[in-house]
């Protein structure tokens, strides 16, 4: 098999499998490693002590040093044999499309012609071959249908619907149908969504797990964004909001090949189908039809109807079926609800900070310049680096700003008394303690990457009358200056406040008076005329 790299959430998922009882073959098959490569990592975990005994608990955080170092033991990438190759590769098309050669005889040929007899093995040969192609005749059409034990494999696929008027957007949106399919009873739960994003994708899963009142043990997914970032035969990667429900759920999930609709046959067949209700349903209950009543026709549709009829390859009923010898083989649903946090990765920079959804947060000084991953759940925002955490805030409720003055190091706290920072600090103290308090603020804390705005703020106060300066000073915190222009906002809805004030208040004289009229003095009287 070809050099894979290994990644930590790949070792962490090879702990959970043996922990689950599957075996190293089945290991090395679902993840895409040789059973001998499994076995050399499962060998390392045991002499470092680590238990993959589904009795023994295993606190995930705890072992992510070992994980790192286990990684960066075996990604040590040997030579590429298959590059010895590539200057021949001309050669090898001749010899084994014009001259028509079987491959194993071509190898042969080039390995004599050119002295590679013993420096490289047939089976690089095999993988260069494949790599480019080079083939007598096409593939066989032939297909072999595989049946599953009950509750062991789940397909799922997504497919384009049509069109649908969403009263929230007030536009027309395409409703994209989530199809996933038990692959023993044929039993299926089909739901209509306008959004296909990782939170959505992730929460139909839920959705449909207990919809179904258990989890598969195994979900054949297809390799959209939603849950495969890049795809690949060896070394498919799945988005951390995906990773982390299936940990939840104690499901694994096996990506299907690139472009190979057959390796989740069971499923593909569905997607025509169920694109054929949702048409039907639309022309029965008219395009006003809202998203939540297809929903609940489809799953009436799949109880009784579809449900409820012969299937054309198991001769059951699928839902009969499902209740009698599937639903009790299906791992139990878990004791708490899944929330599907919010993933992405963040440049930390440097004044400290990285931002997240419109927000910013302070990481310690070590991670400056460095990219994180960041999970924004419902009221925290966790920050990790080489799958361990390094900082967590909450969500702030008002700002988009969450600091912590520990992140920074002490020369830059310490640098708010000293230098030009100080300077501005007197300079505001001579307008208001108020005032200066407020610069204070905007300086912390990190003086010198706030000096601008701070800089600014104090010429703005200078054109004003300091009394007005230290009433805006009090009404407003430095959080909400993001720049000089917002303070001078404030302070210039406060002067016109005043002048409103101030005018309603004026003294009339005699002299201005003699022109002041009553307001019945401009209402015009109206005269009707009739004319007989």
């Keep these: 098999m070809a050099f894979k790299e290994i990644t930590i959430m790949d070792i962490w998922d090879i702990i959970r499998r043996c922990r689950d009882g599957q075996t190293i073959s089945s290991i090395g098959r679902a993840l895409g490693y040789d059973r ?38 075996f990604n040590e990438r040997p030579p590429e044999k298959q590059d010895l190759f590539n200057p021949y590769l001309e050669s090898l098309k001749e010899l084994i499309i014009e001259k028509r050669l079987k491959p194993k005889t071509a190898f042969s040929v080039v390995c004599q012609m050119h002295d590679l007899t013993g420096k490289v093995s047939y089976t ?69 969504t306008f959004s296909q994003d990782q939170q959505s994708f992730a ?23 939603s849950g495969v970032i890049s795809p690949s035969l060896y070394d498919p990667q799945l988005n951390r909001v995906y990773r982390e429900m299936a940990e939840f759920n104690g499901c694994f999930i096996d990506p299907a090949r690139v472009a190979s609709p057959k390796d989740k046959a069971k499923v593909e067949r569905d997607v025509p189908t169920v694109r054929e209700k949702f048409k039907e349903l639309i ?28 299937h054309g390859t198991t001769g059951e009923k699928p839902y009969q079926m499902f209740l009698l010898h599937e639903q009790p083989h299906l791992l139990p649903l878990p004791q708490e609800p899944f929330e599907a946090a919010y993933w992405r990765e963040a440049k930390v920079h440097p004044d400290h900070y990285i931002q997240v959804q419109k927000k910013s947060y302070s990481v310690p000084h070590p991670y400056v310049g460095k990219t994180v991953w960041v999970k924004v759940a419902h009221h925290t925002v966790q920050i990790y680096y080489n799958e361990q955490l390094i900082k967590q805030h909450t969500v702030p409720r008002h700002g988009n700003r969450q600091t912590d003055r520990n992140d920074f190091p002490e020369n830059l706290q310490v640098v708010l008394d000293r230098g030009f ?20 603020g905007i300086l912390t804390p990190h003086a010198y990457m706030n000096m601008r705005r701070a800089q600014g703020v104090i010429t703005l106060a200078e054109a004003y ?53 009553p307001a019945d003095y401009f209402q015009h009287s109206t005269t009707t005329t009739t004319t007989t």
């Design 203 to 225: 929460m139909s899963h839920v959705r449909a797990f207990t919809y179904f009142g258990g989890v598969a043990k195994t979900t054949v997914i297809d390799n959209l964004k």
């Design 465 to 517: 009358p300091r009394e007005l300066i230290e009433r805006a000073a009090r009404g407003i915190t430095s959080s909400e200056i993001k720049t000089p222009k917002h303070f001078r906002a404030f302070v210039e809805k406060l002067r016109s406040i005043d002048d409103d004030e101030s005018r309603a208040g004026l003294p009339l004289s005699d002299e201005t008076r003699s022109f002041v009229r």
């Design 283 to 310: 022309a029965v209950y008219g395009p006003t039809i809202t998203l939540a009543e297809l929903n609940l026709k489809i799953r009436h549709w799949l109880l009784n109807e579809y449900g409820m009829r012969k």
């Design 36 to 73: 001998k490569t499994v076995k050399k990592y499962i060998t390392f975990l045991h002499d470092k002590g680590i238990s993959l005994n589904s009795q023994t608990p295993v606190d995930k955080d705890e072992i992510v040093p070992l994980l790192q170092e286990l990684a960066s033991r």
């Design 421 to 440: 920072p100080r300077f501005l600090q007197d300079k505001a103290a001579k307008i208001g303690p108020s005032f200066a308090h407020l610069v204070r």
């Design 124 to 192: 690089s040969f095999k993988r260069f071959v494949r790599r480019h192609q080079l083939t007598l005749s096409p593939a066989s059409s032939s297909t072999c249908r595989i049946e599953v034990e009950p509750g062991s494999q789940l397909q799922i696929d997504y497919g384009k619907m049509g069109l649908l008027y969403d009263p929230e957007s007030q536009r027309m949106r395409t409703v994209h149908g989530f199809i996933a399919t038990l692959c023993f009873s044929r039993h299926k739960y089909v739901e209509f």
